[in-house]
């Protein structure tokens, strides 16, 4: 791996100093983390000066992100504790908005992880930052989609020529066969054969709540609020992988791989290996090996092995293998 190209997992970034000499400077590659492109760069000299900013271009310029971050230093084949940073938040619009000096006495062989909290956009005018996770997105829809949409919006919400009844676990829905059954074949065959389903227009969803399911009707209609979806997205992988809807399934992975953190890392692994998500699994086990974070979930190891899988415990035993071995 190049002394300057920085990893990057969901949220997290690491950058990997084969050969940091004294009094030398040292700037990363580009990495990407939400809309920007961002620099680390290290000085050493008594202390060893962190820095963190956005590529100076038109964007970081337009809208300048306010960042909050962690970042942590640690070296290379050193049973030292790593040094961490308080949680900072900054305005971030070159080198010198933040700089961190640790005093460490580094083998010249150091890892620099940053971890984004969060990022929001400045706007120039003054008006009120904004968080860009979860983003409503920028996708211009035409006015035709939007005429249709208000349209599904309206069938879905007022029942308009509903025809199917739907049991949640804490209510009744309404809505439509035909729509159900072009978003999923398993919804499809319930209608098409002499099943239950096709003489009642009853389904039978107790394992979902009426949010949850509400939410899922909303995405198949096409009319969910990325609040929503952000919400409900477990729920939502779940239904997915039961009435086989193949996009949706997708859409929840993808979500799930933008905020790994160590209070969820566990628990999407699990779920990942569940529903045979090789991105998310794969995204997983790299932010806990690759990354380091594994000292992080010690505490809660104890407890998951308890109920995860063997063949992911296996897994994991491998990945630990690969990552741990004699160099």
């Known amino acids: 791996m190049s002394d300057s190209k920085v990893e990057i997992i969901s949220r997290l ?13 040292r700037r990363s590659d580009l990495f990407k983390v939400g809309i920007w492109n961002w620099h680390l760069s290290v000085e050493k000299n008594r202390y060893l ?6 590529e100076l271009c038109r964007i970081s310029k337009e809208q300048p992100p306010i960042a909050r971050f962690v970042l942590r230093v ?42 984004f909290l969060d990022l929001k956009i400045s706007p120039l005018n003054g008006g009120e930052a904004y968080s860009i996770w ?14 249709t949409l208000r349209c599904f919006s309206r ?15 804490d209510g009744t829905l309404s809505a439509h066969k ?62 997915a992988n039961k009435y086989d809807i193949t996009d949706l399934k997708e859409a929840c992975e993808e979500s ?21 998500l090789n991105k998310l699994k794969k995204g997983c086990l790299t932010y806990l090996f690759d990354f380091g974070k594994i000292y992080d979930v010690k505490d809660e190891m104890n407890s998951f092995f308890h109920h995860a899988d063997r063949e992911l415990m296996l897994k994991m035993f491998q990945e630990v293998l690969a990552v741990w071995k004699p160099a």
């Not at 900072?88 to 971890?115: K, M």
């Open 49 to 54: 000066y962190i820095r963190l900013f956005p």
């Open 155 to 169: 069938m879905l919400d007022e029942a308009i020529h509903a025809d199917v009844t739907i049991n949640t676990a």
């Open 134 to 147: 979860p983003s409503e997105g920028t996708v211009q829809k035409n006015l035709a989609t939007e005429t």
């Open 256 to 276: 799930l791989l933008e905020d790994i953190s160590s209070s969820n890392v566990l628990e999407r692994l699990q779920e990942a290996w569940l529903y045979q």
């Open 13 to 25: 970034a690491q950058w990997k100093i084969e050969n940091l000499v004294p009094c030398s400077y």
């Open 74 to 115: 640690s070296d290379f084949g050193a049973n030292r504790c790593p040094y961490i940073s308080p949680i900072q938040e900054r305005l971030l619009r070159t080198g010198e908005d933040f700089v961190w000096p640790v005093d460490s006495s580094t083998n010249g062989r150091v890892i620099i992880d940053v971890e």
């Open 178 to 239: 035909a729509v159900l059954s072009a978003s999923s074949p398993v919804f499809q065959s319930m209608f098409l054969h002499d099943l239950k389903e096709k003489n009642s227009s009853t389904i039978e969803i107790e394992d979902m709540s009426l949010e949850s399911c509400t939410a899922m009707l909303s995405y198949l209609y096409g009319t969910i609020k990325h609040k929503d979806f952000w919400n409900h997205r477990i729920a939502l992988l779940g239904a």
